[in-house]
């Protein structure tokens, strides 16, 4: 029987009152309710004293000792206080506000008592009184809300499961659980929710923990797999010739990782296959020239191709490059911010509505109302992990189903490759190009910015250029923090003699912000203070130092990001970080930094040290909730479970065979819930 199509009214004593709070935790149906697992247990075996620990919960038995008192002071409060006699001891019992428990103590009478024990006083304040006979030695506790007791949420399921065992249905196909010693799904609920010793309920979880994402993952490859069958893609069928002649001509010749990465994209662009891939590659792998060589060939095949950036400086440096490199090859390229007149804004989006246009760099602007393509056949969208689901899906829109490379530098961590990444194919730059050296990464404390003064002096010296990062403008945040201006007025007292200093910020107007980048870029200028604005995509090869000021204050990714400014050259680069950690976790971040610059290695430790949901700047794209399973945690059994999704659903036979029916039923009918996941 499908429970989840079995109303909750069908359990005795569910009326309307009650179903209405069932519905308040999300619980509408009896499958629901079978699967609403607690989030804790409570060890319910008795102790004995001396295994009492000093303010840790304990279930203590005795004899009652003395009859209770109850003494009521303040407004509607009361204590009861009780003595028990515990293995010749006699203890202090008090319950705070619960003086109709008075009925529960009879003196000589045997009772058992949960509660917090307090070691010096040999006392114990009670939580609830136990039958003494109770064979369950451990308590569910479910996340429940002022509408429902937890009490009455137990007796639900017991209820439920009492009536509707025998019908629940197991998803998770034979040969999956013998293969793995898995519970069936009556085992898991009934292991879950009433599990008689601690083992027995690990066991369970670990079975619900599979299901979970098994099916989660299952979920994802039929999005896949309805994706490739419904949308069939555009066929770019690109100049092959031309584009391997713009490679050769190319001032450096691809790493073999970048060529891989090539290959990948093309064929499916070629293809009917409709492109949904995510493009990783550490800072500095050379991720913007892959993705210029898709857009040519979408353009090779009379299609436009749009990038989009997320911010002005980096737009702008995407459109000078790109334009430079295209220039000879008759391919018409524009630039589309939202800093632009309107004047100017009108005749771009002109161009690129008469399909005047081949390539469209842009911000955010791309995505806005009146901004329409003839044809668009590729979107790149560049870090892309600082755009929202939403933003990512309207530009999706601007064409008919097109092709969509989202690009990255922050690598993915495992856990969300195979979780918010599971339906996108992902390619790997995971090489640099020849003659990089390693980043050095110095942390100093803020006493000791001398030195840090002294170091940016002799690589001035040297023709270095210089970064230094300030974390916030003086206008724009309270905390007191140095603020970029003062920074850069320090700059200029030590070197602005010999050297030409620059200050970026976000406030600026952007033909300033461009004069500066351009400055910079053709080494008018030495050391640019910058806030923040410079932390994503911008490229000077030339420049070799960053320092960064109040780092404890940033992120392990995105001191990645901005580490990853330098070490684009063949010049040996530095990074120095200032910082006077507060905290454990800041001082550690410090450590990290200095310790490695495997973008991988940080971005797996800022998962953990952070959450996903702050990694990615974005709750809904961060990590989809689980009930029973914790994706960075258990990412052992994720990763089977999507093996084995990803196995099942090549297989065709298994998918048809009668084995993995009550599969398919499952995943067709929460279908549509999984659809709205991005
Ligand atoms: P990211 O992957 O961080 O976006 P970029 O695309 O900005 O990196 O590339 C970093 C720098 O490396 C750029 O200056 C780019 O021209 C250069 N570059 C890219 N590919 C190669 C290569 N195969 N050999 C040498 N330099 C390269
Ligand atoms: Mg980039």
């Given at each position: 029987?499908d429970?989840?199509?079995?109303s909750?009214?069908?359990?005795?004593?569910v009326?309307?009152?009650r179903?209405?709070?069932?519905q308040?935790?999300?619980?509408?149906?009896?499958?629901?309710?079978?699967f609403?697992?607690?989030?804790?247990?409570?060890?319910?075996e008795a102790?004995?004293?001396?295994?009492?620990?000093?303010?840790?919960?304990?279930?203590?038995?005795g004899?009652?000792?003395?009859?209770?008192?109850?003494f009521?002071?303040?407004?509607?409060?009361?204590?009861l206080n009780?003595?028990l006699?515990?293995?010749?001891?006699?203890i202090?019992?008090?319950?705070?506000?619960?003086?109709?428990?008075k009925d529960?103590?009879?003196?000589g009478?045997?009772?058992?008592?949960?509660?917090k024990?307090?070691?010096?006083?040999?006392?114990?304040?009670?939580?609830?009184?136990?039958?003494?006979?109770n064979d369950?030695?451990?308590?569910?506790?479910y996340?429940?809300?002022?509408?429902?007791?937890?009490?009455?949420?137990?007796n639900?399921?017991k209820?439920?499961?009492?009536?509707?065992?025998?019908?629940i249905?197991?998803?998770v196909?034979e040969?999956?659980?013998?293969?793995?010693?898995l519970?069936?799904?009556?085992?898991?609920v009934?292991?879950?929710?009433?599990p008689?010793?601690?083992?027995?309920s690990?066991e369970?979880?670990?079975s619900a923990k599979?299901?979970?994402?098994?099916l989660?993952?299952?979920?994802?490859?039929?999005i896949?797999?309805?994706?490739n069958q419904?949308n069939?893609?555009?066929?770019?069928?690109y100049?092959?010739?031309?584009?391997?002649?713009?490679?050769a001509d190319l001032?450096f010749t691809?790493?073999?990782?970048?060529?891989?990465?090539v290959?990948?994209?093309?064929?499916?662009?070629?293809?009917?296959h409709?492109?949904?891939?995510?493009?990783?590659g550490?800072?500095?792998?050379?991720?913007?020239?892959?993705?210029?060589?898709?857009?040519?060939?979408?353009?090779?095949a009379?299609?436009?191709?749009?990038?989009?950036?997320?911010?002005?400086?980096?737009?702008q440096?995407h459109?000078?490059?790109?334009?430079?490199?295209?220039?000879?090859l008759?391919?018409?390229?524009a630039?589309?911010?939202?800093?632009?007149?309107?004047?100017?804004?009108?005749?771009i989006?002109?161009?690129i509505?008469?399909g005047?246009?081949?390539?469209?760099?842009?911000?955010?602007a791309?995505?806005?109302?009146?901004?329409?393509?003839?044809?668009?056949?590729?979107i790149?969208?560049d870090?892309?992990?600082?755009?929202g689901?939403?933003?990512?899906?309207?530009?999706r829109?601007?064409?008919d189903?097109?092709?969509?490379?989202a690009?990255?530098a922050?690598?993915?961590?495992?856990?969300?490759a195979?979780?918010?990444?599971?339906?996108?194919?992902?390619?790997?730059i995971?090489?640099?190009?020849a003659?990089r050296?390693k980043?050095?990464?110095y942390?100093?404390?803020?006493?000791k910015i001398?030195?840090?003064?002294?170091?940016?002096?002799k690589?001035?010296?040297?023709?270095?250029q210089?970064?230094?990062?300030?974390p916030l403008?003086?206008?724009?945040?309270?905390?007191?923090?140095?603020?970029?201006?003062?920074?850069y007025d320090?700059f200029n007292?030590?070197?602005?003699?010999?050297?030409q200093?620059g200050?970026?910020?976000g406030?600026m107007?952007?033909?300033?912000k461009?004069a500066v980048?351009?400055?910079?870029?053709?080494k008018?200028?030495?050391?640019?203070?910058s806030?923040?604005?410079?932390?994503?995509?911008?490229d000077v090869?030339?420049?070799?130092?960053?320092?960064?000021?109040?780092?404890?204050?940033f992120g392990?990714?995105?001191?990645h990001q901005l580490?990853?400014?330098?070490g684009r050259g063949e010049?040996?680069?530095y990074?120095?970080?200032?910082?006077?950690?507060?905290n454990?976790a800041a001082?550690?971040r410090?450590?990290?930094?200095?310790?490695?610059?495997?973008?991988?290695?940080?971005a797996?430790?800022?998962?953990?040290?952070?959450?996903?949901?702050?990694?990615?700047?974005?709750?809904?794209s961060?990590?989809p909730?689980?009930k029973?399973?914790?994706?960075?945690?258990?990412?052992?059994i994720l990763?089977?479970?999507?093996?084995?999704a990803?196995?099942l659903?090549e297989?065709e036979?298994?998918?048809?065979?009668?084995e993995?029916?009550?599969?398919?039923?499952?995943?067709?009918?929460?279908?549509?819930?999984?659809?709205?996941?991005d």
């Amino acid at each position: 029987m499908d429970l989840r199509k079995v109303s909750l009214a069908t359990l005795p004593s569910v009326g309307p009152k009650r179903l209405e709070s069932l519905q308040s935790l999300g619980i509408e149906n009896v499958y629901d309710l079978l699967f609403y697992f607690p989030f804790r247990y409570e060890d319910m075996e008795a102790k004995s004293l001396d295994e009492a620990v000093d303010q840790e919960k304990i279930l203590l038995k005795g004899v009652v000792a003395s009859d209770p008192v109850v003494f009521r002071y303040g407004y509607k409060k009361n204590r009861l206080n009780v003595r028990l006699l515990v293995e010749n001891e006699s203890i202090m019992v008090t319950f705070f506000n619960q003086p109709w428990l008075k009925d529960k103590f009879e003196t000589g009478l045997d009772v058992a008592v949960y509660g917090k024990w307090n070691e010096n006083r040999r006392a114990l304040t009670g939580i609830k009184v136990i039958d003494v006979n109770n064979d369950d030695s451990i308590d569910s506790v479910y996340s429940v809300n002022k509408n429902i007791h937890q009490k009455t949420l137990i007796n639900l399921i017991k209820v439920a499961f009492e009536k509707y065992h025998q019908e629940i249905e197991t998803v998770v196909p034979e040969y999956l659980r013998k293969k793995y010693k898995l519970l069936n799904d009556e085992e898991i609920v009934s292991g879950v929710h009433f599990p008689k010793t601690p083992q027995q309920s690990d066991e369970a979880r670990r079975s619900a923990k599979f299901r979970e994402f098994f099916l989660f993952q299952c979920g994802l490859q039929s999005i896949k797999r309805e994706d490739n069958q419904k949308n069939l893609g555009i066929i770019e069928s690109y100049d092959k010739k031309f584009i391997q002649q713009f490679i050769a001509d190319l001032p450096f010749t691809l790493t073999d990782a970048q060529q891989k990465v090539v290959k990948e994209i093309l064929g499916d662009m070629d293809s009917d296959h409709h492109m949904n891939r995510l493009l990783q590659g550490d800072v500095g792998s050379g991720k913007t020239i892959v993705s210029v060589i898709a857009m040519l060939a979408s353009v090779t095949a009379g299609f436009q191709a749009s990038i989009m950036a997320p911010t002005e400086i980096l737009a702008q440096q995407h459109f000078d490059k790109i334009s430079k490199l295209l220039a000879p090859l008759k391919i018409r390229v524009a630039l589309l911010t939202g800093s632009q007149t309107k004047k100017e804004h009108d005749f771009i989006t002109e161009d690129i509505a008469s399909g005047k246009t081949n390539i469209v760099v842009g911000t955010h602007a791309l995505i806005q109302e009146g901004v329409d393509f003839k044809n668009l056949g590729l979107i790149v969208i560049d870090e892309q992990h600082r755009f929202g689901v939403n933003q990512r899906k309207a530009m999706r829109q601007k064409g008919d189903n097109p092709d969509v490379l989202a690009m990255t530098a922050t690598p993915i961590p495992r856990t969300l490759a195979i979780t918010t990444y599971g339906d996108m194919d992902v390619s790997r730059i995971d090489q640099l190009p020849a003659g990089r050296k390693k980043i050095e990464t110095y942390w100093i404390r803020s006493q000791k910015i001398e030195q840090m003064y002294q170091f940016v002096a002799k690589e001035l010296s040297g023709g270095a250029q210089v970064y230094v990062v300030t974390p916030l403008i003086s206008e724009s945040e309270k905390i007191d923090l140095k603020n970029a201006e003062l920074i850069y007025d320090k700059f200029n007292e030590l070197f602005g003699q010999k050297y030409q200093i620059g200050l970026l910020h976000g406030q600026m107007p952007n033909d300033q912000k461009e004069a500066v980048m351009n400055d910079f870029a053709d080494k008018k200028i030495d050391v640019l203070v910058s806030t923040t604005v410079i932390e994503v995509g911008v490229d000077v090869p030339n420049a070799s130092v960053m320092v960064i000021y109040d780092a404890n204050r940033f992120g392990l990714s995105q001191l990645h990001q901005l580490r990853g400014r330098v070490g684009r050259g063949e010049k040996q680069s530095y990074c120095i970080l200032i910082a006077d950690p507060k905290n454990e976790a800041a001082l550690e971040r410090m450590k990290i930094l200095t310790s490695t610059n495997d973008g991988f290695v940080l971005a797996e430790a800022d998962l953990k040290m952070r959450g996903a949901g702050d990694l990615l700047g974005n709750r809904q794209s961060g990590l989809p909730e689980f009930k029973v399973g914790n994706p960075i945690n258990d990412i052992n059994i994720l990763e089977i479970a999507q093996e084995e999704a990803t196995t099942l659903f090549e297989n065709e036979s298994l998918m048809n065979s009668p084995e993995t029916e009550n599969l398919r039923v499952f995943i067709k009918d929460e279908f549509d819930q999984l659809n709205n996941f991005d």
